[in-house]
């Protein structure tokens, strides 16, 4: 079946500082990708999102790949603020259902 | 449009009694799916309805049942709560079934307590 594992956090980090969270994925088929964000207390909501392989996804900043070869979608940010702070969970659409990693939560200090 | 909405926002419950949250999508969406968030444990599919009018299994619905009561609105019964069940349910809703880039927009949550 299809999974996705991402590095557990929580990640702490100083303002403006580089950001990566890794995500691979096992999955049949060629899934469409996502970073979804959840801020304390809220609901998940998209981020980004990637269709194919090769595929950029990007937003506020964010981006992450869509690597076929290596089965993986890492998030990054060249310049992380404290509002960025939250949960970020990866995930992959099979034919109708996402299946989501476990989470990683990251933390920004001023 | 206040998209995505649930209630109650807050229960606690004693074992065995039962309850109903409920969940409604004012987007014209044809899906919709029920979640539950565990520490250290991601979002688990609890039921969905691809479309009005059909339900089906994700990956942990024991001791659920859901109804599509209508286009709009997805409701998640516990008939007897279990302190397992202790979590927070999010709902969700997505335009079309199928489509591989196809979004998500979630509630805000309503967390639960089973004593």
């Known amino acids: 079946g299809n999974s996705v594992t991402q590095m557990e956090g929580p990640v702490t980090l100083s303002e403006e500082a580089f950001l990566t969270i890794n995500c691979t994925y096992t999955a049949t088929g060629y899934p469409s990708l996502f970073w979804y964000v959840q801020y304390p207390g809220e609901g998940l909501q998209l981020l980004l999102k990637a269709t194919k392989a090769d595929d950029k996804g990007s937003n506020k900043g964010f981006e992450a790949t869509y690597r076929k070869e290596t089965t993986s979608f890492h998030l990054e940010k060249g310049s992380v603020q404290v509002s960025d702070s939250a949960v970020y969970f990866c995930?992959?659409?099979?034919?109708?259902?996402?299946?989501f990693g476990k989470g990683t939560m990251l933390l920004v200090s001023p | 449009n206040a998209g995505v909405t649930q209630t109650p926002k807050f229960q606690v419950l004693k074992t065995g009694q039962s309850m109903t949250l409920q969940c409604a999508q004012d987007?014209?969406?044809?899906?919709m799916y029920w979640y539950r968030q565990d520490p250290g444990m991601g979002l688990r599919l609890i039921y969905y309805s691809a479309s009005e009018g059909t339900t089906d299994k994700g990956e942990v619905p024991n001791g659920y049942n859901v109804s599509r009561l209508n286009k709009r609105e997805f409701s998640l019964r516990l008939e007897s709560a279990a302190p397992s069940q202790t979590s927070v349910y999010f709902c969700?809703?997505?335009?079309?079934?199928?489509?591989?880039?196809?979004?998500?927009?979630f509630g805000p949550g309503t967390r639960l307590t089973v004593l």
């Open positions: 987007m014209n969406h044809n899906s």
């Open positions: 995930a992959l659409m099979g034919y109708s259902t996402l299946t």
């Open positions: 969700a809703s997505s335009g079309d079934r199928g489509r591989p880039y196809d979004e998500q927009f």
